[in-house]
């Protein structure tokens, strides 16, 4: 055998190199967790530019006392509601456009009961419940006959889902 | 060091110091990224297009000059409306008296309340 002077330069490598594997696994593991604030700025955007189409939708052209949308749901007009969401969401300023998709129920209160009852009013595209979607909606003052019941003023409510896909 | 000898000393001392300000700064950023979250988590949980909507539906409700009598109570039912809809579709209790006149100025007191979230409002006509 050679002599054994050697022996504590090879335990010195063992602690150095366990002090290097447990500061890089730190280290690495403290920077690397996902935050909702990474994951759901996305969704924010997306929930901030529905609202605002719903918004925009909700109000009466200049000289007209009727909003685009309250005449939508008066008239359960599902096709006129899908063109106008599809084009304040999905246009772009250049030629190429966004690939939002959305689902649209309009809430309602029975007055016989005073039950919720939702009705579809457009989907553009069927709903498998893989999508990571957001959930926007807007207060409406309407006159309408909804059924076993008269023409007269009621609230509904506008929701709508819309996803990227 | 292994005992050869300790002209290197300072070495070590540096090694020393370098590991352990990584590991203050690693502290940091775990500390960093856990008022991110908190942060991120308060502002998605917080309902402001649900509240601007109660409020301004509320308010149309008793400005719209809807007639509300016995044969036609318009701001009746759909005040019901706001009430049942909210409660059902978005979670949250409004409350809002009948609306007070003082001298030119109509009044709308509004509450909303989603359990997380408590906003009221006195509105005033313009």
Known sequence: ?165 | MAGLNDDAQWIVLMGFLVSFSLFFLAMILNQSVVVGQTTAEAVSEFPKEDIRGVRSVIIESYMKGMPDTASDPSVTNVQNDIRILSLSRQNSIVYFPPKTTIGDYTYIDIHYNNGVTAYNETWRSP
Do not use: C
């Open chain 1, 1 to 165: 055998m050679v002599n054994s002077d050697g022996q504590l330069y090879t335990i010195e490598g063992f602690a150095a190199a366990l002090i290097m594997l447990i500061s890089a696994y730190l280290v690495v593991n403290a920077t690397s967790i996902y935050t909702p604030g990474d994951t759901h700025i996305s969704d924010m955007q997306l929930e901030v530019m529905g609202s605002d189409a719903l918004h925009m939708m909700n109000t009466a052209p200049n000289g007209t006392t009727e909003s685009p949308l309250q005449s939508i749901v008066e008239n359960d007009d599902g096709i006129e509601f899908g063109a106008l969401f599809n084009s304040t969401v999905n246009n772009r300023t250049g030629p190429d456009k966004d690939h939002i998709q959305f689902m649209a129920n309009v809430s309602y209160v029975r007055l016989t009961d005073q039950s919720v009852n939702s009705s579809p009013l457009y989907l553009s595209r069927p709903l498998h419940g893989d999508e990571h979607a957001v959930h926007v909606s807007e207060w409406m003052i309407v006159n309408k006959k909804y059924p076993d019941d008269i023409k007269r003023n009621r609230t509904v409510l506008v929701e709508v889902f819309l996803w990227r896909d």
